[in-house]
Each structure stands twice: as structure tokens, then as C-alpha cells.
């Protein structure tokens, strides 16, 4: 079982940037994907971005490419979604989260932590 735990989020103006930091305990296994998701109010939980753990590499929604770059750090137990050129419609609850299996559903998710962005 994989522990999350999301920080770092808050307001930021329109073309701002913020960085999340999901810390985890226990073990990641490399063909696991670690990842980011958001769910705004009143809307369905979206993907926005995952890493494979052992790889690195990366894959984005198209709604955040090349604005967003998630990042890991295998010493610290963390991974991170630095997101700049923010936007309003970037407001949600961001969610880390680790896929242990086929679906994401099926794995590790942290609490949340809220992002907002003011116009």
C-alpha cells in the first residue's frame, strides 16, 4: 500500500506559476505510473499528467501540454506537477495519485489539495 500525501497548492494569478509536491511512503515499483488529476466544481475527475516510475517518461491532456511538466525525485519519495502559464480554468482539486494495476481507480490517491487562479 502506497501513502500520498499532495502540498503545495494555493492562488496564483493568470500566467502564474504554482508546483505540487506528492510525498508517498512505501515502495513504487518501476512499471508503476504516478500521476496528477483534477476535478474542478461540478465537473468529472480529469487526467492531467503521469510519469512512468521507472522510465521517466511523460505524457500530458492536451488541455495542459507543454504548460505543465510532471517531474520525480526517487531520493525525497516525491513527485511534483510544476504548472506555469496558468489559466482560470486550471481551478480544482488536484489529486496525485499511483497506478498500481490497469486503472487508475484501482490504485493509491491522496486527499487533494485546491488550486485556484484568478483572471
Known amino acids: 500500500q502506497v501513502h500520498l500525501q499532495e502540498s503545495g497548492g494555493g492562488l496564483a494569478q493568470t500566467g502564474g506559476s504554482l508546483r505540487l509536491s506528492c510525498a508517498f511512503s512505501?515502495?513504487?515499483?518501476?512499471?508503476?505510473?504516478v500521476g496528477w488529476f483534477r476535478q474542478a466544481p461540478t465537473k468529472e475527475r480529469e487526467f492531467v499528467a503521469a510519469?512512468?516510475?521507472?522510465?521517466?517518461?511523460?505524457y500530458y491532456a492536451d488541455s495542459v501540454n507543454n504548460r505543465f511538466a510532471i517531474s520525480r525525485d526517487n531520493v525525497q519519495n516525491t513527485f511534483y506537477l510544476q504548472m506555469n502559464r496558468l489559466k482560470p480554468e486550471d481551478t480544482a482539486v488536484y489529486y496525485c495519485a499511483v497506478r498500481t494495476g490497469a486503472t487508475w481507480s484501482a490504485g493509491s490517491w491522496g486527499q487533494g489539495t485546491q488550486v485556484a487562479v484568478s483572471s
Open positions: 512505501g515502495r513504487i515499483l518501476d512499471d508503476w505510473h
Open positions: 510519469l512512468i516510475w521507472s522510465r521517466g517518461r511523460t
